[in-house]
């Protein structure tokens, strides 16, 4: 399935959502039979690569999440996000308006993360260096003596900066 659209100003008329699609606890199902599809099916697929899910609507692929916060607020922000991280669950409280950087403040640890916590890495001398990112500039919070503490002081940081888009993990 191709990347799913991003642009708001792609999104087809709002009635014509709304007459195609039912939705039910975080899930799209066709209204109608279509060619190969049956009316009361799921509507789209998992995309492999980005994790999210996809709705092929009239031959432009949308993100299920930008189509359900569509089908209930009628506008369109640039960014859904998913409040619990969670790339599959579109239920919609599970779902907000976004920044990109609210969506970035929201992110998991990544991957390559050495130390296993959001926020801090290891100094040669033993230490946790505590630093955040806000605005796109970088902050010291702070060097300490364990890993706990200098997460613990990175995640009270991140939510006086972040509020509710604040992901200490």
Do not use: C
Request: glycine share 8%; hydrophobic share 40%.
């Amino acid at each position: 399935m191709p990347r799913a659209n991003r642009n708001p100003e792609r999104l087809p008329a709002y009635n014509s959502v709304r007459d195609d699609l039912i939705y039910d606890d975080g899930i799209l199902f066709w209204r109608h039979g279509s060619g190969n599809r049956a009316a009361g099916s799921i509507a789209g697929g998992l995309n492999k690569t980005s994790g999210y899910w996809a709705v092929m609507w009239r031959g432009i692929p949308f993100q299920r999440a930008r189509l359900i916060w569509y089908m209930f607020n009628g506008t369109s922000p640039l960014i859904v996000d998913h409040i619990n991280g969670l790339k599959t669950d579109d239920r919609i409280e599970n779902l907000r308006a976004a920044t990109e950087a609210q969506n970035n403040q929201n992110r998991a640890i990544l991957a390559t993360s050495r130390v296993g916590l959001k926020g801090l890495h290891k100094l040669k001398n033993g230490k946790y260096r505590a630093r955040i990112s806000v605005n796109k500039r970088r902050y010291l919070i702070g060097d300490f003596p364990d890993a706990l503490a200098a997460h613990a002081a990175y995640a009270l940081r991140a939510m006086a900066e972040f509020g509710d888009f604040a992901r200490s993990k």
